[in-house]
């Protein structure tokens, strides 16, 4: 039994690489004005390739509002530095009133350092209702994996 404990403990901590956190700045098109938002987002890794991104972005215009939005993505690993992915989720957010939406779209990650990954991305938002335009999201942010 103590043989299986530290077996257990060792492939634990192997797991390395499972989540990641770290800031984001959206800006949002297509509103009628541009839109800036700084928010945070979370990942975890089911696998080498599926991941679930969580993410809550302030929208910084007249009467402050929030993005709330979940994205799986699958990513593509080209090289221990640069990995692609698509990425399609749910998305909630009051830029002029509040509505959900979906997110459609992708992005990539660069390795800076052992645990630090630079990413940036693009994502359409093509809301539930015919009330305001769809926007274009551009993304660029840093994560933390551990």
């Avoid at 969580?54 to 090289?79: E, I, M, N, R, W």
Wanted: net charge neutral; charged share 15%.
């Amino acid at each position: 039994m103590i043989a299986a404990l530290f077996a257990t403990v060792a492939v634990s901590a192997q797991d390395a690489g499972k989540w990641a956190v770290g800031p984001r700045m959206n800006i949002y098109t297509n509103t009628g004005d541009g839109v800036v938002g700084l928010g945070v987002f979370g990942r975890y890794s089911f696998t080498d390739n599926w991941r679930i991104e969580p993410s809550l972005t302030a929208l910084l215009h007249k009467g402050c509002s929030l993005d709330l939005s979940v994205d799986a993505q699958y990513v593509f690993h080209l090289s221990n530095e640069w990995k692609v992915y698509p990425a399609v989720g749910l998305t909630a957010n009051d830029i002029g009133r509040w509505a959900a939406g979906l997110n459609i779209g992708g992005g990539f990650d660069f390795k800076v350092a052992a645990n630090w990954d630079l990413s940036a991305g693009l994502k359409w938002q093509p809301m539930f209702d015919n009330e305001r335009p769809n926007p274009v999201v551009i993304s660029i942010g840093a994560a933390y994996r551990f």
